[in-house]
């Protein structure tokens, strides 16, 4: 009987699915539940020759930043010396790009798919992440006919914008990358998104580009001029949603909450209810699928002892030990104190209802803080809890639970830090 090939012993390796320039993806089984995943399996040797190794870590960061029901999950990362790993969820029914070469699709299946991407990438800028690289090979499609967007290794942080607020790297697929991109003179990465997805609403709908041309120079030209033809089965609504779609000046392009108050669009269109994080998610079950398994727990009525050596590459920004297998936790989210974890606990909750935030214990050192009003995704829920790394040092992080990301990013650097200045011995990140 042949020998199956096993990873770390927790998932079957079967058939290659697909292999790229620096990776190869297999169809794998998890051991203990049955559970099909992809696996995506990187040589590391090959991606620091090529210097693409910020490019993996800026991948899995986004991937965690990105969940989504319309986007493919990331579940694990994991490592060898010569290895990386990518554990992902498995989508069953292929590329997007394989239906469409048969032809075009029926316009209640184009808006189908075109609503599921407008509401992951709505998702993604939201986060402060644009996709870059949206094309109907990214798209894939499950066993319900459900699009998953895939693909983020072009996607862009916004730590990757200059001082001028833009980004300015060229990439993406010509034909479906927006004028702004090709002229080389900066671009709002979430625009260019929109443009891509106005290149992708037209291939469904014709089953051929709006942009095509034998010399790559007038197919350039027609870009820049947003210069293309409507097949005579266009509807009039969707020929009117695609031209402010396509728009060469990218001020003046449809934006996403003016594309969700169309008609043609809204019609059968369930808007997504986020769920918060469950709070099974973001305690040792998360950790786990995010590679850090080597937490230690101690008795309730002291804190969580915190690792060594994740206490040490997360805080340290100058001994970056393992970041590129860890969940990235970002400056003003983490401190170290001095103080005992009763009172840094005693501390952050007058510190919340100074804030007019609602307290909940979930747990010994473990609080939940819950903003009353509405924000753009819903109201703002914060966890905090204190990890003991020594007698006399504890650490203390905080993490999104629900709501929107920029508003937790002006939490942590607007109102958290002067409120606990009292008992922070330093911020992760900051220079000491």
Request: hydrophobic residues 40%.
């Amino acid at each position: 009987m042949e020998e199956r090939k096993t990873l770390f012993g927790k998932y079957e390796i079967g058939r290659l699915l697909g292999k790229g320039t620096f990776a190869k993806v297999y169809y794998g089984k998890q051991i203990a539940t049955g559970e099909s995943v992809a696996i995506k399996i990187i040589n590391k040797d090959q991606v620091k020759k090529e210097c693409m190794m910020e490019q993996i870590k800026r991948e899995i960061s986004v991937m965690h930043l990105v969940r989504h029901k319309n986007i493919v999950e990331l579940k694990e990362v994991m490592a060898t010396k010569t290895k990386i790993f990518f554990i992902m969820e498995y989508v069953r029914g292929g590329e997007l790009f394989a239906k469409v070469a048969k032809g075009k699709l029926k316009e209640d299946l184009s808006r189908k798919y075109f609503q599921q991407l407008i509401s992951a990438i709505d998702f993604c800028h939201s986060r402060g992440v644009s996709h870059r690289d949206l094309k109907p090979e990214n798209l894939l499609l499950d066993e319900n006919e459900d699009l998953k967007i895939s693909d983020f290794g072009l996607s862009a942080l916004p730590e990757q914008l200059r001082n001028d607020g833009l980004l300015h790297t060229q990439c993406g697929t010509p034909a479906y990358v927006a004028p702004e991109v090709l002229r080389k003179k900066g671009y709002d990465g979430s625009k260019a998104d929109i443009w891509s997805c106005g290149v992708i609403l037209y291939v469904l709908l014709a089953g051929f580009l709006p942009f095509q041309d034998v010399n790559l120079m007038n197919m350039y030209r027609k870009v820049f001029k947003a210069e293309f033809d409507f097949p005579p089965w266009f509807s009039s609504e969707s020929r009117r949603l695609i031209s402010k779609l396509l728009v060469a000046d990218p001020g003046r392009r449809i934006t996403i909450p003016a594309i969700m108050r169309v008609p043609w669009f809204r019609k059968g269109f369930p808007r997504p209810i986020e769920e918060p994080i469950s709070e099974k998610a973001d305690e040792d079950d998360q950790l786990q699928k995010l590679g850090l398994e080597k937490w230690v727990k101690s008795k309730p009525s002291s804190p969580k002892f915190f690792n060594a050596f994740e206490f040490i590459s997360s805080m340290s920004s100058g001994f970056d030990l393992s970041n590129l297998f860890e969940n990235k936790r970002k400056s003003g989210s983490m401190f170290t104190s001095k103080c005992s974890a009763t009172a840094i606990m005693a501390k952050i909750e007058m510190a919340a209802k100074g804030l007019n935030f609602k307290v909940a214990k979930v747990k010994d050192f473990k609080i939940k803080l819950q903003r009353p009003s509405e924000g753009r995704k819903g109201s703002l829920s914060v966890t905090a809890e204190v990890f003991e790394v020594a007698p006399a040092v504890a650490v203390v992080e905080f993490s999104k639970s629900a709501g929107d990301s920029l508003e937790y990013a002006k939490f942590c650097e607007e109102d958290v830090r002067p409120s606990l200045k009292d008992v922070v011995w330093t911020w992760k990140g900051d220079n000491t």
